[in-house]
């Protein structure tokens, strides 16, 4: 079992800049991470993902450019950088990990162990 735990987050202007974080009870070494949002319009949406065998990130389209994930280097947690945040970009954030394919990263029902959620708001 894995218990992961989000912290950042929180309501910002259009242009602003947020760090999401995100720990493991044990070390996501052995796993792929992701961030997830959730809007009223979108369930579980895919925002990138990365893992450490070997080094990979992966990114939704609508984030290239504007969203940064990235680990530490004991593997213990991962972190969603988001630069020019604009009120599109208001969710609720998850980070979730598990044991899963690499054909699997981007659908986020795969993911077996999850964050609580961060709020993400942004206005113009």
């Known amino acids: 079992q894995v218990q992961v735990v989000q912290s950042g987050g929180g309501s910002v202007q259009l242009g602003a800049s947020l760090r999401l974080s995100c720990v493991a009870s044990?070390?996501?070494?052995?796993?792929?991470v992701c961030w997830v949002l959730r809007t009223p319009e979108k369930e579980r949406e895919f925002v990138a993902a990365i893992w450490w065998n070997p080094s990979t990130t992966v990114y939704a389209d609508s984030v290239k450019g504007q969203f940064t994930i990235s680990r530490d280097g004991a593997g213990n947690a991962v972190y969603l950088q988001m630069n020019d945040l604009e009120p599109e970009d208001t969710a609720v954030y998850y980070c979730a990990t598990g044991l899963i394919s690499t054909v699997s990263v981007r659908t986020a029902r795969e993911y077996q162990y999850w964050g609580q959620g961060t709020k993400v708001t942004v206005s113009s």
């Open positions: 044990g070390t996501f070494r052995m796993h792929k």
